[in-house]
């Protein structure tokens, strides 16, 4: 089964009356005879959960929106899409626009806002001209504008380039950035559904979030809900990435077995490797063994399993791989994109990237696993927003689970690598 | 978010201060009435900053000083707020970049697809080392973090462009047919 993947394929998907053909646009017009409260309560019931990464049920936040709070509404889209890993939500935006600004629209005429911003990574230049010329096109058919579909319900979409910071993805940095501030983020609360762009109530999801919207309108929230698993509603794309045979991004249910997903939509791993580890959602999920993956994908499974859904992007580590270097790949990362707001996070992430880089370089020391679990350990729940966690969790995740990898990593590197002239870590990563 | 060990950020900015130019930097009357346009897009001028930013950028190919006061002009912001701007981003270059700016991921799903031997192949064939540009001032080379291409990789992005499946072969006949 198919929802938002349903037009991927098709040529011309991006196109407004492709997507008419395809029954597009019919679930606003139903939508814009229902209650707005209605189609809360139908999201409510769909369980359909943030699919940026935290998993919150979209229904219920919607429903902390103040009551009688005279400033404007907004409705924010995040199409930030910077978790490594993941590479969904550009297959919505580059094939199916027009899904993504019905389900703007379902959720405008729910939440009564009439301004919707879509905040998109600055390097999808393509897909932000994408948007804009469907935007366009809508326009013309006063599906947006003054009366959207006739009626006396103004809406204005706003596609807007971030320029290159994967922070911004984080909530509240993102209605900073969106501010024309610098992306740091804010503490909650207040949270963005009461104090958000410009301090006006504002709801923050995730592009693929929305999208999900109009099927929840077709199908009718139960049914929707049925199609996933306890508490997790409908489908979800999974992007699966590194060593399979078949990379891709693949519509499936909430809880599909992430051995399913691996072995059998992704192909499996080449010829003659074996698995080792497997990160289940985005880079900043807890990493899992290959011991690990009969699980179900969803957030409650994985979440009792010490790791989390996250965005979905997995990523398969076979045997092949040095799991040292791949953590020192991410730690790099997160280093380098902490916004240095706030001293647990900036300086806690620098000291673990200079403890990975010594080891690299030959000069790690017996404790230097510990020293990277301490600093970990003291980041977490320290910091103003989640990046902070998400910089540890994989630290604590591949130190813990491939200890063993780390002490011989360190103990041969030592011995054999006579002091590097350049630093590997800069070099070779 | 410019944060980096290994970034030139503290260069950059020792550069911008030394090499500060006189000439004030001025729109063209068709940029000048696109950016009145996109300002009045937005419920606050100070959100105009990022596209702003942007336009300026693909008008003078970089944000020096200049640009910087051009655009707090026009947001009416105050230049500092600009500069702290300007310098939390990883896609505003504070320096000319060349004809061709190769931008490639480094990040954990293009490592998996060997991003690192590219990225050695890369500065090879052009002759430079990250963060530099040719002499004849065609290529920069920069290696970024991840670009959402995952499931493509290895990835790069050349200016507007996103270049994905690499392989050391498809980059000698991309940089071929760069002119
Ligand atoms: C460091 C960090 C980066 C994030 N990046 C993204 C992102 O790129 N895209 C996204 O949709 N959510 C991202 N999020 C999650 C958002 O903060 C937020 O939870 C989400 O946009 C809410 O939408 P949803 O409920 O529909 O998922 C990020 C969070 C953190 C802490």
Same mark, same amino acid.
Request: some cysteine.
């Given at each position: ?429 | ?19 500060? =130019? ?5 729109? *063209? #009357? !068709?940029?000048?009435?696109? $950016?009145?346009?996109?300002?009045? &897009? ?14 300026? =950028? ?5 944000? *020096? #000083? !200049?640009?910087?006061?051009? $655009?707090?002009?026009?947001?009416? &912001? ?102």
């Amino acid at each position: 089964m198919k929802l938002v993947s349903r037009n991927f394929a098709t040529p011309d998907s991006h196109k407004l009356a492709v997507y008419e053909q395809s029954g597009g646009y019919a679930r606003i017009r139903k939508a814009l005879e229902m209650e707005p409260q209605k189609i809360i309560d139908e999201v409510i019931t769909s369980n359909l959960r943030g699919l940026g990464g935290a998993g919150f049920p979209a229904g219920r936040k919607w429903s902390f929106l103040p009551k009688g709070n005279p400033k404007p509404r907004y409705l924010v889209v995040n199409a930030d899409e910077g978790e490594p890993g993941t590479c969904k939500d550009k297959y919505i935006m580059t094939y199916d626009p027009h899904l993504l600004l019905e389900g703007i629209m379902i959720a405008s005429w729910a939440i009564n806002s009439h301004t919707c911003f879509i905040y998109i990574r600055g390097e999808y230049v393509k897909q932000a001209r994408i948007l804009e010329e469907a935007i366009a096109e809508a326009k013309a058919a006063g599906y947006l504008g003054d009366k959207i579909f006739g009626k006396d319900f103004p809406l204005e979409v706003i596609v807007h380039r971030g320029a290159g910071a994967y922070i911004c993805g984080e909530e509240t940095s993102l209605l900073n950035s969106l501010e024309g501030q610098r992306g740091w983020p804010r503490l909650k609360p207040p949270f963005p559904a009461v104090e958000g762009y410009l301090a006006c109530p504002t709801i923050v999801n995730n592009v693929e979030t929305i999208s999900y919207v109009p099927w929840v309108i077709e199908l009718g929230g139960q049914k929707f809900a049925e199609l996933g698993s306890e508490r997790n509603g409908g489908l979800r794309l999974y992007s699966v990435s590194g060593c399979v045979n078949k990379p891709g991004v693949y519509e499936l249910p909430m809880g599909t077995p992430l051995r399913e997903i691996i072995f059998e939509h992704a192909g499996g791993l080449p010829e003659g490797r074996t698995l080792k580890a497997v990160i289940p959602g985005g880079s900043s999920a807890p990493v899992l063994t290959a011991a690990e993956i009969d699980i179900p994908m969803d957030f409650d499974s994985l979440a009792k399993a010490g790791s989390m859904l996250g965005s979905a992007g997995i990523i398969v580590f076979d045997d092949s791989v040095n799991l040292v270097e791949a953590l020192a790949v991410l730690i790099r990362f997160y280093a380098h994109e902490s916004c240095g707001q706030c001293t647990p996070c900036r300086e806690g992430t620098g000291w673990m990237r200079k403890i990975i880089a010594r080891v690299l370089d030959g000069g790690g020391r017996p404790a230097d696993p510990d020293n990277l679990l301490r600093i970990a350990n003291n980041i977490i729940g320290r910091s103003i927003c989640p990046l902070g966690e998400a910089a540890s969790l994989p630290v604590i995740g591949f130190v813990t689970k491939f200890r063993a990898e780390f002490e011989e990593y360190i103990a041969t590197s030592r011995k054999v690598d006579a002091p590097a002239t350049t630093s590997r870590m800069a070099a070779a990563l | 978010m410019k944060n980096d060990g290994y970034s030139v950020t503290n260069k950059i900015m020792a550069d911008s201060i030394t090499t500060e =130019q006189t000439q004030p930097a001025v729109f *063209s #009357p !068709a940029a000048f009435k696109e $950016a009145e346009a996109i300002i009045a &897009r937005y419920p606050s001028r100070d959100s105009a900053t990022l596209p702003i930013l942007h336009l300026a =950028q693909r008008e003078f190919g970089y944000i *020096s #000083p !200049a640009v910087e006061q051009l $655009a707090a002009d026009l947001l009416q &912001r105050p230049v500092t707020d600009i500069h702290g701007v300007v310098t939390f981003y990883t896609m505003f270059n504070q320096k000319p970049v060349g004809k061709y700016h190769i931008q490639i991921c480094r990040n954990i799903s293009c490592w998996l697809k060997n991003a690192p031997g590219l990225l050695e192949h890369l500065k090879n064939r052009l002759g430079i080392d990250v963060g530099e540009t040719t002499p004849d001032g065609k290529f920069t080379l920069t290696a970024i973090e991840c670009l959402a291409h995952c499931e493509q990789a290895p990835a790069m992005q050349v200016n507007d462009d996103i270049i994905t499946n690499l392989t050391k072969e498809k980059i000698d006949t991309l940089i071929g047919d760069l002119k």
